[in-house]
Every structure is written in structure tokens, then in C-alpha cells.
């Protein structure tokens, strides 16, 4: 068992920065590739972005690419996404998610991912 808890959320103008954080306990960090989706009201839980082991390759949704960074730090235990240039339809509950080793980068699917934050709300203005 993994458990995570996402922070950093909020509401935020466009073309405004901000970082999600989560952080993970109960078992080896390192032993999970990570990964962010989000949820707009509405819609289906979307990929945002994943990152395997030692952050050493990720992938990123189409619609996030050039904005949006996802990165980690073993030592501290949790993953980071930095999302810039942000605009009203990332407006999302954005969710971290944990699957262990292997990473693959084309696990892009909720039932890929067997751990789950709570989400956290992030809101922009336009």
C-alpha cells in the first residue's frame, strides 16, 4: 500500500505558474512510477503526465506539453507538477496516482494506476 496526499491547489488567473505537490507513504517511493490526471466537472478522469522511478522519463497529454512539468524527489518522497502559462480548461480536481515498476510511458489509463490521492482543486480564471 502506497498512500498519497496532493497540495497546492487553487485559484489562479490565467496564463498564471503553480505547483502541485504529493506525497507518498507506506512503501518505497522509489519502487512506483507516478503519474497526474485530473477531473473536469462533467468529464472522465483525463492522463496528465507520468514519470517513472528516477524521473529520468516522463510523458506528457497532448493538451499539457510545453507547460506542464512533472517531476520528482525520492529522498522527500513526492511528486511535483509544475503547471505554467495556465488556462481556463486545465480547470480541474487534479489527482496524483502511484503504479509500481516497470514504468511505461503508454500506461495512460485510470486502471493503469492502483493508488490514489483525494485530488486537489485547481481553478483559472480567464
Known amino acids: 500500500q502506497v498512500q498519497l496526499v496532493e497540495s497546492g491547489g487553487g485559484l489562479v488567473q490565467a496564463g498564471d505558474s503553480l505547483r502541485l505537490s504529493c506525497a507518498a507513504s507506506?512503501?518505497?517511493?522509489?519502487?512506483?512510477?507516478m503519474g497526474w490526471f485530473r477531473q473536469a466537472p462533467g468529464k472522465e478522469r483525463e492522463f496528465v503526465a507520468s514519470?517513472?522511478?528516477?524521473?529520468?522519463?516522463?510523458n506528457c497529454a497532448d493538451s499539457v506539453k510545453g507547460r506542464f512539468i512533472i517531476s520528482r524527489d525520492n529522498l522527500q518522497n513526492t511528486v511535483y507538477l509544475q503547471m505554467n502559462s495556465l488556462k481556463s480548461e486545465d480547470t480541474a480536481v487534479y489527482y496524483c496516482?502511484?503504479?509500481?515498476?516497470?514504468?511505461?510511458?503508454?500506461?495512460?489509463?485510470?486502471?493503469?494506476?492502483?493508488?490514489w490521492g483525494q485530488g486537489t482543486q485547481v481553478t483559472v480564471s480567464s
Open positions: 496516482a502511484a503504479v509500481r515498476l516497470p514504468y511505461a510511458p503508454w500506461r495512460t489509463q485510470v486502471s493503469d494506476f492502483g493508488y
Open positions: 514519470i517513472n522511478w528516477s524521473g529520468s522519463s516522463t
Open positions: 507506506g512503501r518505497t517511493f522509489s519502487n512506483f512510477a
